[in-house]
């Protein structure tokens, strides 16, 4: 569903990395913020295959033209 959203609303936005509980995502920095709201709201989805359990969200962004690296950012909130 997010990506069908994703791809509709014209966002710079490319998976590459989908681990269990876990998705990896670039982003245009321009595209940040509406696809933050974008992840928080299609994850933390109410669904009957998570039979009650919470999906919770955070975000890492990582600015790679800072030279910051994979998973060592800063904390990012919607």
């Known amino acids: 569903r997010a990506e069908k959203i ?11 990395n989908n681990i269990h509980d876990s998705a990896d995502f670039y ?7 509406p696809f933050a ?3 928080k709201e299609e994850f933390e989805r109410d669904m ?5 359990i919470p999906l919770p969200i955070d ?3 990582v600015d790679k033209t800072k ?6 950012g ?4 919607v």
């Open 6 to 16: 994703f791809n509709e609303s014209n966002l710079d936005v490319e998976m590459f």
């Open 27 to 33: 982003v245009l920095k321009t595209d940040l913020e």
């Open 37 to 39: 709201k974008i992840v």
């Open 48 to 52: 009957p295959e998570y039979e009650g």
């Open 59 to 61: 975000f890492n962004v």
């Open 67 to 72: 030279g910051e690296n994979y998973k060592h």
């Open 74 to 77: 800063s904390n990012y909130y």
